[in-house]
């Protein structure tokens, strides 16, 4: 018997159509198909559904998540509703594993378990986790259509949400896994809720969900979840598997958005790609009111024949944050929430057919239902906490090309030109609201060193910092030392290496209040832009390049239409030597952790903190201001 005969037997006619045999077989990939094979036999699903690119089937999906009640409708035409289970609201990182070979190296950095152990753990925990349910099989495309980029994704799951949010996220791949002509180069996902209870339904055993990542055979097995940050294998499941193929070729898959600056009076374009941990602005960022959105989350970037880094959005679409959305801050973003489309709400509160969020700007209802369940003001959970009336975690799904900024070049199979990278922290102290790197090499720095503070739980006790390089930590599947190594190696090979920034949104004065209003970034982000095109000189500092005056006091007026004083640059741009160096010794600690990391960083490190000392010394004060070094 040849595969497909095989196949065709060992599936049986009661499981599938025989229609949707033959849409496997057409793609005459025996990979698929053995892929496909023992997974229906492990998971035991009653029904089988082959799921193409025509419009019938994904119709298909939109219906059958409305009948099972994974969604349910609102009010406004096209918007719908998910629940996730109560304690299923974010990404699961104490079960979600790298699995590693043994006797190969485990990065103290990286959560990872013996790939024997976490296989046979989780390929029980999966054995008939689809019992009585139907398997979609689906076919994506992380990147454009008919791009080097892009890479296949074959997804199985008994979710309709999962697979709905996918069709709105991805593009479709069922054509493009023609092309593959029966090579085993794509990326495999295998996702089940686990069994269901209530209503809607929502994943019963959390206790036993596990997103285990197999790097060896390209695939993530996930189960008893439904946050699509655990449960859709394009997003950060698939980013897992596409940083390690990148670490061992030669190009980046990274936690970017992907941003087009468009500065006043300048006729141009000029591609940005940003990393900002949870909470430091990066979404703010890559909607900078006047610009353009390619991408909000992931990004892969090859080096190009013009020689720059080119990048695409692996995503078509934005599962977003919906917390703090308001008309009046988030004006795009907005009406796309309230405007008839193709829309998924997850986890917030809905009362008569229309959904609320924390920070909507908006007095919500005393009662509905929410994440919990039938809510009203005052609900305790079994912990005794109060439960909020939606969570902070809500989300929103939607496609970017519903957004009125969406850039033209989203499905470019060249990608766009990068020109600059940037970096986010969140500090309160230390670092100034923008810098810019010295040279590639200190780019790298810049992102491995970025912090973000959380705001202790404590009054008046300072924010515990947390690094996170290049915000990419929670999806790190290869050493620290490869990945910064891979870095460096990726922009020796350009020409045009982007310039590399970082920035700190969350500066605060003695008085304990911010410095810099929320707009004020795109007064970085245009000076960054020009720095990118040699508009503008910059004062050179051993942590790297600050504006000057004259060119910020200029595009606050042009761009904000704002005074900028030189009092407030004075404050803004000091160099604060002992908090610098404060931040040298935390960042020697925490590298110090995890073995070869590459010699650059250090040098890099050391000559910062002897040119800080150095600097100390010549103008005799702790803290110097920049005009005093120009
Ligand atoms: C993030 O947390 O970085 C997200 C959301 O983009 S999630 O899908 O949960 O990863
Ligand atoms: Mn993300």
Not at 89 to 99: G, Y
Request: hydrophobic share 35%; charged share 25%.
């Amino acid at each position: 018997m040849n595969i497909n005969e095989e196949f065709a037997v060992s599936v049986g006619p009661d499981l599938i159509s025989l229609q949707d045999i033959e849409k496997l077989f057409a793609l005459k990939n025996d990979h698929v198909l053995k892929i496909i094979k023992q997974f229906v036999d492990l998971c035991k699903p009653s029904k089988l559904t082959v799921i193409s690119d025509i419009e019938e089937d994904i119709e298909y999906i939109v219906q059958k998540t409305l009948s099972n009640r994974e969604e349910s409708n609102l009010n406004v035409k096209g918007h719908t509703i998910h629940y996730d289970s109560f304690y299923d609201q974010a990404r699961d990182k104490e079960n979600t594993k790298v699995l590693i070979p043994k006797g190969e190296y485990r990065s103290p950095w990286i959560n990872t378990m013996d790939r024997d152990d976490g296989l046979e753990e989780i390929l029980e925990i999966m054995d008939g986790c689809m019992k009585g349910r139907e398997c979609l099989v689906r076919f994506f495309c992380l990147g454009p259509i008919n791009s080097k980029f892009t890479i296949g994704a074959l997804q199985l799951t008994d979710s309709f949400y999962v697979a709905h949010s996918e069709d709105i996220l991805y593009r479709k791949g069922y054509e493009e896994f023609k092309k593959l002509n029966g090579s085993d180069d794509f990326f495999y996902f295998i996702h089940s809720s686990g069994n269901l209870v209530g209503n809607p339904p929502v994943t019963k055993n959390i206790e036993k969900r596990r997103i285990y990542i197999d790097l060896q055979e390209s695939r993530v097995l996930t189960v008893n979840n439904q946050y699509a940050g655990n449960s859709l294998g394009l997003k950060k499941l698939a980013l897992r598997l596409a940083i390690y193929k990148a670490n061992n070729e030669d190009w980046l898959t990274e936690h970017y958005f992907i941003l087009g600056v468009r500065p006043k009076g300048k006729n141009r374009v000029t591609y940005f790609t940003g990393a900002f941990p949870s909470a430091c602005g990066k979404t703010s960022t890559a909607m900078l009111p006047g610009q353009l959105i390619v991408g909000d989350d992931i990004a892969y970037l090859r080096a190009w024949g013009d020689g720059f880094a080119h990048a695409v959005n692996i995503e078509k679409g934005i599962f977003g944050i919906i917390k703090d959305v308001k008309a009046k801050d988030d004006p795009v973003i907005y009406d796309a929430l309230i405007t008839p489309r193709e829309l998924i709400y997850s986890n917030v509160l809905v009362k008569d057919g229309k959904p609320y969020w924390l920070g909507m700007g908006v007095e919500p209802p005393e009662d509905g239902f929410n994440h919990y369940g039938q809510w009203t003001n005052g609900t305790f959970d079994e912990n005794g906490n109060k439960v909020p009336f939606a969570h902070p975690n809500a989300r929103y799904t939607i496609k970017l090309t519903d957004l009125s900024n969406c850039d033209p070049k989203l499905d470019d199979p060249n990608g766009v030109p990068i020109h600059g990278i940037f970096y986010g922290g969140r500090d309160s102290d230390t670092m100034p609201p923008i810098v810019e790197s010295l040279n590639w090499e200190h780019g790298i720095f810049l992102g491995a060193t970025i912090e973000s503070e959380t705001t202790s739980a404590t009054l008046g006790v300072t924010g515990v910092r947390k690094a996170s390089p290049m915000a990419n930590l929670d999806f790190l599947v290869v050493p620290l030392g490869k990945y910064l190594n891979n870095h460096n190696n990726f922009g020796i090979k350009l020409k045009y290496c982007p310039h590399v920034f970082s920035t700190n949104y969350f500066l605060k004065g003695k008085d304990g209040k911010y410095l810099n209003g929320i707009l004020d970034k795109k007064v970085w982000v245009i000076w960054a832009e020009g720095r990118t095109r040699g508009d503008y000189d910059a004062i050179k500092t051993p942590i790297g390049y600050l504006p000057e005056y004259e060119d910020l006091k200029m595009l606050f007026r042009t761009e904000l239409d704002k005074d900028y004083s030189k009092e407030e640059y004075i404050e803004q741009f000091t160099i604060k030597i002992n908090f610098l160096l404060e931040k040298l010794n935390r960042m020697e600690k925490m590298y110090k952790a995890e073995k070869e990391i590459p010699q650059f960083f250090w040098d890099i490190l050391f000559m910062q903190r002897s040119g800080l000392i150095g600097l100390q010394k010549k103008i005799g004060k702790e803290e110097i201001i920049p005009f005093e070094l120009d």
